[in-house]
């Protein structure tokens, strides 16, 4: 299996910026799309990004396009969210997920980590 880990969360000021990273561990990383989704309290999960196996091809929820940018670094099997002139709505825990096909349904994700708080204060 694949093992995700997040980090970077924390408390920024709105307009701010924060990154967002997840380490992989298991099964070949290269192998796999990989999304960031988020969830805040009482909210739905939400997509938000995913990049496919080569990096080349992107996709982002419209709410976000402009201000964040998912990238990858297969040597160092990491993918990153950065997360630029942030709002108070972008408040929720971020998870990072990998998926088999390029997809924005949190169904199609296969392994997930354990979330990482992002709190944008106003």
């Known amino acids: 299996q694949v093992q995700l880990v997040e980090s970077g969360g924390g408390l920024v000021q709105a307009g701010g910026s924060l990154r967002l990273s997840c380490a992989a561990s298991?099964?070949?990383?290269?192998?796999?799309?990989m999304g960031w989704f988020r969830q805040a309290p009482g909210k739905e999960r939400e997509f938000v990004a995913v990049?496919?196996?080569?990096?080349?091809?992107?996709y982002y929820v419209d709410s976000v396009k402009g201000r964040f940018t998912i990238s990858r670094d297969d040597a160092k099997k990491t993918v990153y969210l950065q997360m630029n002139s942030l709002k108070a709505e972008d408040t929720a825990v971020y998870y990072c997920?990998?998926?088999?096909?390029?997809?924005?349904?949190?169904?199609?994700?296969?392994?997930w980590g354990q979330g990482t708080q992002v709190t944008v204060s106003s």
């Open positions: 990049i496919s196996r080569s990096g080349g091809g992107t």
């Open positions: 298991g099964r070949t990383f290269s192998s796999y799309l």
């Open positions: 997920a990998a998926a088999p096909f390029y997809s924005s349904s949190p169904s199609e994700y296969n392994y």
